[in-house]
Nanobody, 130 residues
Framework: QVQLVESGGGLVQAGGSLTLSCVVS??????????MAWFRQAPGKEREFAAA??????????WYADSVKGRFSTSRENDKNTLYLRMDNLKPEDTAVYYC???????????????????WGQGTQVTVSS
C-alpha cells in the first residue's frame, strides 16, 4: 500500500521559515519524468500547485508557482524516500494545508495540474501570522 505522510507544518510569524517533509512508503517515485509535487489549499479556496520535481538525465528538475518562486525550494533524499519543501520568507497568504502528491508514471500533461497525480498525503497545516 502506497502512503505519503506529510509533517513539519505549524504556526510561524511572517518572514519565518518552515520545512515540510513527505515520507513515502510502499513504492518509489524516482523514475525519469515521474513527478512529485506540493499543492496547497487555503481556506475557502481551491487547491493550487506550489512546487514539483522530476528526475532528469542531469538530476532533479524543479518547478514553482510564481507566488512562491524564490522563497520555496523542493528537494528529496532518495535513500530516505522523503520529499521536502523548504519555505522561507513566509507570508500570511501562504497559510494553507500543504499536500504532497506523486504520480505513478511519467508526466504526460502539466505537472501543475492536480488531476495528473495518483497519490496524495493527508496534508499538513501551515499558518503564517502577520
Amino acid at each position: 500500500q502506497v502512503q505519503l505522510v506529510e509533517s513539519g507544518g505549524g504556526l510561524v510569524q511572517a518572514g519565518g521559515s518552515l520545512t515540510l517533509s513527505c515520507v513515502v512508503s510502499g513504492r518509489t517515485f524516482t523514475g525519469y519524468g515521474v513527478p512529485m509535487a506540493w499543492f496547497r489549499q487555503a481556506p475557502g479556496k481551491e487547491r493550487e500547485f506550489a512546487a514539483a520535481l522530476t528526475r532528469t538525465g542531469i538530476g532533479d528538475q524543479t518547478w514553482y508557482a510564481d507566488s512562491v518562486k524564490g522563497r520555496f525550494s523542493t528537494s528529496r533524499e532518495n535513500d530516505k524516500n522523503t520529499l521536502y519543501l523548504r519555505m522561507d520568507n513566509l507570508k500570511p497568504e501562504d497559510t494553507a494545508v500543504y499536500y504532497c502528491a506523486a504520480r505513478s508514471r511519467p508526466i504526460s500533461g502539466s505537472l501543475r495540474t492536480e488531476n495528473e497525480y495518483d497519490y496524495w498525503g493527508q496534508g499538513t497545516q501551515v499558518t503564517v501570522s502577520s
